[in-house]
């Protein structure tokens, strides 16, 4: 308990609303909660009275009497075992090796300290937003810049003094202080949002002496600055006294449980709190209150709020959550379900989800250099839950138990960190998979290491990150964090089981015995909370804020940032080969090793949309997109300019910032200016009809159509037209001209041959192959060899007619099973052409026939993809 100076407070005025129904579904309607509003630069310059730190006590401990949970019965039916499913009902993949760090460490920063906080315990507890880390402990509120690891300067307070606008006013003798602080980013309303208890006591006796109230702070916000306008509102209770206030976000509600104490300290029941986040985001705060969530001792203690950060889990058909462990028993957790938070909640009865194994209650924690005997190990409160997270339909938790060497519970002598995954949570739910964090080390004595105070968070690629506690006879008090990937055995951690061989992420030297905190029977104050999420932007990157030992008899706050594993190794494109000046797709495959692959949050339907997305680089050439199509694939949507032939390395950019790259992966060539795919003609009468095709168009200014005439008196090129061309294009174009003798009598009969001079834009030009047509006219059937032979993917087909008549022209697999008709109609007389695409058909030899009046004839084509 700390004492401060009093402050002028405002009045504020609570009405609440009536209860909906005497149904035990609905709860008690709250509504006019009050607001204040002010800045964050009013609250560090204004509201900054300096608080004598001999004025100042320690919250050590409010005396509040805990339901009895030692020597609770266990589940029915619970397994024996450290982990379910067990190992020997698995098949354990070839490169699983459980020593492998599942995260690597990025920035690490020490949050809070007892120098500047002056409370134990600290209850830790912080979060990440978009560009800060926010730290809440007891006695100190502070923000850090999320790239450097450094305080921003923005906040740097004392809670007491953050909330003193809505906090209970002291009469004379009384003394009022926070507590229990829970601090969580909301990604879709892009706001922050705190909650905490006040406690008023006598300034003498230092007993409570009146009910308190729930606070709650937002911003208005994803940045906080100076300007930022937070809206404070409270709830005041009238008679009982709230403790432990968990905080859980959705969509639609905002979700505080808590253990709730007479004002002389017994202990009475458990409350739900659903408040509309919209209605808070509005200034016109309400909600609903659900009491007595134990139903004849039977029902979720300490309840949590459950985090889901899922956009479409909103409107009637949403669905909120509180879980706990059961009051009345070991191995078992209990959930309550709440409908439509947004609108009129309502709340289910009591949802029994067995562990399938055992749990018991926990053991004070021994640690080297205490001196205080057994008053002086560390409290490790009880085996309440300290978080719960939905992550892609499943809900994720973890307490503290006591167990022994083998990770169960028949003879306990250290704390383990037990874990869930829970699914159905919308039917019945079931512990999908659940494992043990404990030191496996013989002998089964209390000398060992203890995890405890964890809390479990998993990131949009399945895997998962556990931070806690850890400390034992033969070590000093650390923070630890380990973990999974999404590909681990289920049921396992990676660096766990094991004891002091396996580090923690600080590395204290210093003895823990602090004078302000002897301890007691139930040993030295420790933890309460801790807190591990996972970073808004990306929705891969994990943090997670945990207590040590930071120097002689002080503890600190120490925030780890947990790297994901790296994008997949880029091993190669399809197509390999591309030319410059296009825009082409190119599909990259990657090999991944030890969790890493190549990963993007998605486009979040229904949501603000993440920050960060995946990307990629390749030398002089523009990425207009990037799809994700698996962990070991993407598609690149590339537009490529004019640059140099050669090997081009490909670099594939995850959303948090890792990349790798693939080294001369793609190939770039100079482009064809204009690919011609087709040239035919076709002779109608005393017409000539030129066909011709191109499949991709750089700079093509056009086409000049020539014609040569084979007899001895004309023998010259003679240009006879000209036809636009498109430019730049990607796609197929066809064109056209006839060459129409009609009035030129002399033309009518001969052979002649034609060509096509394609034109750039800056004058270069190319010639066509030529082609041969015989004005004296068609004298017999015939079908030519297609050209070109073989080819890819199209082809031209030429045939002749003496006289107008039905044509069929059919294509064949080698097999001799038709494929498809090309031609099936009444033709003139004269040469036609037919260009066929085979884009859809499989490499290999093919047959095409025509059919006209009695004649027939085959030819053999190659189709090379």
């Given at each position: 308990?700390?004492?401060?100076?009093?402050?002028?407070?405002?009045?504020?005025?609570?009405?609440?609303?009536?209860?909906?129904?005497?149904?035990?579904?609905?709860?008690?309607?709250?509504?006019?909660?009050?607001?204040?509003?002010?800045?964050?630069?009013?609250?560090?310059?204004?509201?900054?009275?300096?608080?004598?730190?001999?004025?100042?006590?320690?919250?050590?401990?409010?005396?509040?009497?805990?339901?009895?949970?030692?020597?609770?019965?266990?589940?029915?039916?619970?397994?024996?075992?450290?982990?379910?499913?067990?190992?020997?009902?698995?098949?354990?993949?070839e490169?699983?090796?459980?020593?492998?760090?599942?995260?690597?460490?990025?920035?690490?920063?020490?949050?809070?300290?007892?120098?500047?906080?002056?409370?134990?315990?600290?209850?830790?507890m912080?979060?990440?937003?978009?560009?800060?880390?926010?730290?809440?402990?007891?006695?100190r509120?502070?923000?850090?810049?999320?790239?450097?690891?450094?305080?921003?300067?923005?906040?740097?307070?004392?809670?007491?003094?953050?909330?003193?606008?809505?906090?209970?006013?002291p009469?004379?003798?009384e003394?009022?202080?926070?507590?229990?602080?829970?601090?969580?980013?909301?990604?879709?309303?892009?706001?922050?949002?705190?909650?905490?208890?006040?406690?008023?006591?006598?300034?003498?006796?230092?007993?409570?002496?009146?009910?308190?109230?729930?606070?709650?702070?937002?911003?208005?916000?994803?940045?906080?600055?100076?300007?930022?306008?937070w809206?404070?509102?409270?709830?005041?209770?009238?008679?009982?006294?709230?403790?432990?206030?968990s905080?859980?976000?959705?969509?639609?509600?905002?979700?505080?449980?808590?253990?709730?104490?007479?004002?002389?300290?017994?202990?009475?029941?458990?409350?739900?709190?659903?408040?509309n986040?919209?209605?808070?985001?509005?200034?016109?705060?309400?909600?609903?209150?659900?009491?007595?969530l134990?139903?004849?001792?039977?029902?979720?203690?300490s309840?949590?709020?459950?985090?889901?950060?899922?956009p479409?889990?909103?409107?009637?058909?949403?669905?909120?959550?509180?879980?706990?462990?059961?009051?009345?028993?070991?191995?078992?957790?209990?959930?309550?379900?709440?409908?439509?938070p947004?609108?009129t909640?309502?709340?289910?009865s009591?949802?029994s989800?067995?562990?399938?194994?055992?749990?018991?209650?926990?053991?004070?924690?021994?640690?080297?250099?205490?001196?205080?005997?057994?008053?002086?190990?560390?409290?490790?409160?009880?085996?309440?839950?300290?978080?719960?997270?939905?992550?892609n339909?499943?809900?994720?938790?973890?307490?503290?138990?006591?167990?022994?060497?083998?990770?169960?519970?028949?003879?306990?002598?250290?704390?383990?960190?037990r874990?869930?995954?829970?699914?159905?949570?919308?039917?019945?739910?079931?512990?999908?998979?659940?494992?043990?964090?404990?030191?496996?080390?013989?002998?089964?004595?209390?000398?060992?290491?203890?995890?405890?105070?964890?809390?479990?968070?998993?990131?949009?690629?399945g895997?998962?990150?556990?931070?806690?506690?850890?400390?034992?006879?033969?070590?000093?008090i650390n923070a630890?964090?380990?973990?999974?990937?999404?590909?681990?055995?289920?049921?396992?951690?990676?660096?766990?089981?094991?004891?002091?061989?396996?580090?923690?992420?600080?590395?204290?030297?210093?003895?823990?015995?602090?004078?302000?905190?002897?301890?007691?029977?139930?040993?030295?104050?420790?933890?309460?909370?801790?807190?591990?999420?996972?970073?808004?932007?990306?929705?891969?990157?994990?943090?997670?804020?945990?207590?040590?030992?930071?120097?002689?008899?002080?503890?600190?706050?120490?925030?780890?940032?947990?790297?994901a594993?790296?994008?997949?190794?880029?091993?190669?494109?399809?197509?390999?080969?591309?030319?410059?000046?296009?825009?082409?797709?190119?599909?990259?495959?990657?090999t991944?090793?030890?969790?890493?692959?190549?990963?993007?949050?998605?486009?979040?339907?229904?949501?603000?949309?993440?920050?960060?997305?995946?990307?990629?680089?390749?030398p002089?050439?523009?990425?207009?997109?990037?799809?994700?199509?698996?962990?070991?694939?993407?598609t690149?949507?590339?537009?490529?300019?004019?640059?140099?032939?050669?090997?081009?390395?490909?670099?594939?950019?995850?959303?948090?910032?890792?990349?790798?790259?693939?080294?001369?992966?793609?190939?770039?060539?100079?482009?064809v200016?204009?690919?011609?795919?087709?040239?035919?003609a076709?002779?109608?009468?005393?017409?000539?009809?030129l066909?011709?095709?191109?499949?991709?168009?750089?700079?093509?200014y056009?086409?000049?159509?020539?014609?040569?005439?084979?007899?001895?008196?004309?023998?010259?090129?003679?240009?006879?037209?000209?036809?636009?061309?498109?430019?730049?294009?990607?796609?197929?174009?066809?064109?056209?001209?006839?060459?129409?003798?009609?009035?030129?009598?002399?033309?009518?009969?001969?052979?002649?041959?034609?060509?096509?001079?394609?034109?750039?834009?800056?004058?270069?030009?190319?010639?066509?192959?030529?082609?041969?047509v015989?004005?004296?006219?068609?004298?017999?059937?015939?079908?030519?060899?297609n050209?070109?032979?073989?080819?890819?993917?199209?082809?031209?087909?030429?045939?002749?007619?003496?006289?107008?008549?039905?044509?069929?022209?059919?294509?064949?697999?080698?097999?001799?099973?038709?494929?498809?008709?090309?031609?099936?109609?009444?033709?003139?007389?004269?040469?036609?052409?037919f260009?066929?695409?085979?884009?859809?058909?499989?490499?290999?030899?093919?047959?095409?026939?025509?059919?006209?009046?009695?004649?027939?004839?085959?030819?053999?084509?190659?189709?090379?993809?």
């Open positions: 308990m700390r004492k401060q100076l009093q402050i002028i407070f405002l009045i504020l005025f609570t009405s609440y609303g009536s209860i909906f129904s005497q149904d035990e579904s609905f709860g008690e309607r709250i509504t006019n909660l009050p607001v204040v509003e002010i800045s964050t630069g009013q609250l560090m310059q204004h509201w900054m009275p300096i608080v004598p730190a001999e004025l100042k006590r320690r919250n050590i401990g409010l005396g509040l009497k805990e339901p009895e949970r030692k020597n609770l019965p266990q589940s029915p039916g619970a397994l024996e075992l450290s982990q379910w499913p067990s190992l020997e009902s698995q098949i354990i993949p490169d699983y090796n459980n020593s492998d760090a599942p995260q690597a460490y990025g920035i690490s920063f020490t949050g809070a300290v007892l120098s500047d906080a002056l409370a134990f315990p600290p209850d830790v912080g979060a990440a937003g978009p560009t800060q880390y926010v730290i809440f402990v007891n006695g509120l502070r923000t850090f810049n999320k790239i450097t690891g450094t305080p921003d300067g923005v906040l740097n307070i004392d809670p007491d003094i953050f909330f003193s606008v809505v906090t209970t006013p009469a004379a003798n003394i009022t202080y926070t507590t229990d602080p829970n601090v969580r980013y909301d990604r879709l309303s892009g706001r922050w949002f705190l909650s905490i208890v006040d406690v008023t006591l006598n300034s003498t006796t230092f007993a409570i002496t009146r009910s308190n109230r729930l606070l709650l702070a937002i911003s208005d916000g994803p940045i906080i600055t100076a300007s930022t306008i809206r404070f509102i409270y709830y005041q209770n009238t008679a009982n006294f709230d403790d432990y206030p905080l859980g976000l959705d969509a639609d509600g905002i979700y505080i449980g808590t253990n709730r104490f007479t004002i002389a300290g017994s202990f009475s029941n458990c409350r739900a709190y659903v408040f986040k919209a209605s808070f985001i509005s200034g016109t705060p309400s909600g609903t209150i659900f009491d007595n134990l139903v004849s001792g039977v029902g979720p203690f309840p949590r709020g459950v985090d889901n950060p899922d479409l889990n909103t409107g009637a058909t949403s669905t909120g959550y509180f879980i706990g462990v059961d009051n009345a028993t070991f191995g078992t957790l209990m959930m309550r379900r709440i409908s439509n947004g609108g909640p309502t709340i289910s009591n949802i989800i067995p562990t399938t194994i055992p749990t018991s209650f926990p053991v004070k924690v021994p640690h080297l250099g205490n001196t205080g005997g057994n008053n002086g190990r560390l409290d490790a409160l009880d085996d309440r839950l300290y978080a719960a997270a939905i992550k339909g499943r809900l994720w938790t973890a307490h503290n138990i006591g167990v022994d060497n083998t990770g169960t519970t028949a003879s306990a002598t250290r704390n383990a960190s874990w869930y995954e829970i699914q159905n949570l919308n039917s019945s739910p079931t512990v999908f998979q659940t494992g043990t964090l404990y030191d496996n080390t013989a002998p089964n004595n209390t000398s060992q290491r203890n995890y405890w105070i964890p809390t479990i968070a998993v990131s949009g690629q895997h998962v990150a556990l931070g806690s506690s850890i400390a034992g006879s033969n070590e000093r630890f964090t380990t973990g999974r990937l999404s590909g681990d055995p289920l049921g396992t951690l990676r660096n766990g089981p094991g004891g002091s061989a396996i580090p923690g992420y600080t590395t204290s030297i210093t003895d823990y015995n602090p004078t302000s905190d002897p301890g007691g029977t139930g040993g030295r104050r420790w933890g309460d909370y801790s807190f591990t999420c996972v970073d808004p932007n990306d929705d891969m990157t994990m943090w997670t804020a945990q207590q040590f030992c930071d120097a002689a008899n002080s503890w600190g706050v120490r925030v780890m940032q947990l790297l594993p790296p994008p997949a190794n880029p091993t190669s494109c399809v197509p390999g080969q591309v030319e410059s000046q296009q825009t082409v797709n190119v599909v990259v495959n990657g991944s090793t030890n969790g890493s692959g190549f990963f993007d949050p998605g486009v979040d339907v229904g949501g603000p949309g993440f920050l960060n997305r995946i990307t990629a680089s390749i002089n050439v523009t990425v207009n997109s990037v799809t994700y199509n698996s962990p070991t694939q993407v690149l949507n590339l537009t490529i300019g004019i640059v140099p032939p050669g090997s081009y390395n490909v670099t594939i950019i995850n959303p948090d910032g890792q990349s790798l790259t693939g080294i001369n992966l793609l190939d770039i060539t100079d482009p200016p204009v690919e011609l795919t087709s040239f035919s076709t002779t109608i009468g005393s017409k000539v009809k066909i011709w095709n191109t499949a991709t168009e750089i700079n093509n056009g086409f000049e159509v020539e014609r040569y005439a084979l007899s001895a008196e004309r023998q010259a090129w003679e240009k006879i037209g000209f036809v636009n061309g498109n430019g730049n294009s990607n796609s197929p174009k066809d064109y056209s001209f006839v060459d129409d003798f009609a009035g030129k009598p002399a033309y009518r009969t001969g052979r002649y041959s034609y060509r096509l001079k394609q034109i750039d834009n800056d004058g270069q030009f190319e010639y066509s192959k030529t082609i041969e015989d004005m004296n006219g068609v004298k017999k059937y015939e079908l030519t060899q050209y070109p032979n073989p080819f890819n993917p199209t082809t031209t087909i030429s045939y002749m007619l003496p006289q107008t008549g039905m044509v069929r022209l059919t294509l064949y697999n080698i097999l001799g099973q038709e494929i498809r008709t090309l031609v099936n109609e009444v033709k003139e007389a004269g040469t036609h052409t260009n066929f695409d085979a884009s859809e058909l499989n490499s290999g030899m093919y047959i095409y026939r025509i059919e006209s009046g009695s004649f027939t004839q085959t030819k053999k084509m190659t189709f090379v993809k």
